[in-house]
């Protein structure tokens, strides 16, 4: 078997042997889920992150056991490649008085070992043994072994097509910082330092007018920019905008920017299991439910910031949005609503939620 092949082989079963593992992470996950379903979604939020980072080791952890299984079949078979057998040979010789004689010794032979298998089997004699039919892992190696190289292929060929999005995102979010802003008004500045202050948030942080966003919306990992269009500032009362612009640094302040990144990751990597793209968003549920109670427990007037929630929906006029920005309406906004206002599951929100950091 050529190196090239075991390498296919070996990452055709990586991606097998993941199925199952992802699988079983997404029970268990749900099944966290199910015990944390009265807890803060601060906790949900993370045992989903912990989940999608787990299942994303199933394809390096797969990968070495592989290789170490793959290793120690080699060596067994390096070393069982020759062995030895002594036999015993016979030579009939005549004498010079015309008497025929035998001489016999023992020789050490070294022979390759289906040789070797060979000879001691006409050695012995055949028994007969049952047949016995191959157990379900034998028979499905056998049904999977000739389509590896095709999941490899396919995988790759996947992983690329996938790519490509996020990457434009990734671009048009760079444009977004740099193109079509201005600078915020004097009363927006004051109220978002102010907000600012009281959160003891000491990061820097733009604050900046956008022609290309019709809602608020954060960009940069390290160095975050919230854009806010016209229409917010014309539509939103002041503690509405308030709130909105509390939302936004409450994903400044978790990293939320960064983690989303990491998630596109890990689902572009794993793009062909289900359970990802359903614990996925499961994340990202948790995540808007985490910077809603921020703002909630911060502002303590959830009325208001349903209201705000609302009509930024209606500003955005169904436009697409940046795959890799953050957003104030992402996820289900009625969901949210419902939650915010007690309706959906008043004893999910009656625990006074903490400040997420």
């Excluded at 034998?138 to 690329?160: C, M, Y």
Aim: overall charge neutral; proline content about 5%.
């Amino acid at each position: 078997m050529s190196y090239s092949l075991m390498t296919v082989e070996t990452l055709g079963w990586m991606l097998i042997h993941s199925v199952w593992i992802i699988a079983a992470v997404a029970v268990l996950d749900s099944f966290i889920k199910l015990l944390l379903r009265r807890r803060s979604a601060n906790a949900r939020y993370l045992a989903g992150c912990a989940a999608l980072l787990l299942s994303a080791a199933s394809l390096p952890i797969s990968l070495v056991f592989l290789v170490e299984q793959v290793a120690v079949i080699q060596h067994e078979d390096a070393t069982a490649l020759r062995g030895s057998i002594s036999v015993s040979r016979s030579k009939e010789i005549t004498a010079p008085d015309g008497t025929e004689m035998s001489i016999s010794w023992d020789e050490q032979l070294t022979l390759p070992i289906k040789e070797l298998d060979q000879h001691l089997t006409s050695q012995t004699a055949p028994t007969s043994t049952p047949s016995v039919d191959p157990p379900f892992v034998e028979r499905l190696r056998e049904l999977v072994q000739p389509h590896l190289s095709k999941i490899v292929t396919g995988w790759f060929i996947g992983i690329v097509l996938l790519s490509i999005r996020p990457l434009l995102g990734w671009r048009h979010a760079r444009r977004l910082r740099s193109t079509g802003i201005v600078d915020v008004s004097e009363d927006v500045q004051r109220l978002f330092a102010a907000l600012m202050h009281r959160i003891s948030m000491t990061r820097a942080v733009q604050l900046v007018e956008s022609q290309l966003v019709q809602i608020p919306s954060v960009v940069g990992a390290f160095k975050p920019v919230i854009l806010l269009p016209a229409t917010a500032m014309t539509g939103l009362t002041p503690d509405q905008l308030q709130a909105v612009l509390a939302h936004e640094l409450a994903h400044i302040r978790r990293h939320d920017y960064l983690i989303n990144g990491l998630q596109t990751a890990i689902e572009t990597l794993l793009f062909y299991h289900p359970a990802i793209w359903w614990m996925s968003r499961r994340v990202r549920i948790e995540r808007e439910n985490c910077c809603d109670d921020f703002v909630v427990t911060l502002l303590d007037n959830s009325a208001e910031y349903c209201r705000a929630l609302v009509t930024i929906d209606r500003l955005r006029q169904g436009s697409p949005l940046p795959v890799l920005a953050m957003h104030a309406t992402d996820g289900s906004l009625l969901a949210r609503v419902r939650r915010l206002a007690g309706v959906e599951s008043p004893s999910r929100f009656s625990n006074s939620p903490a400040i997420v950091l």
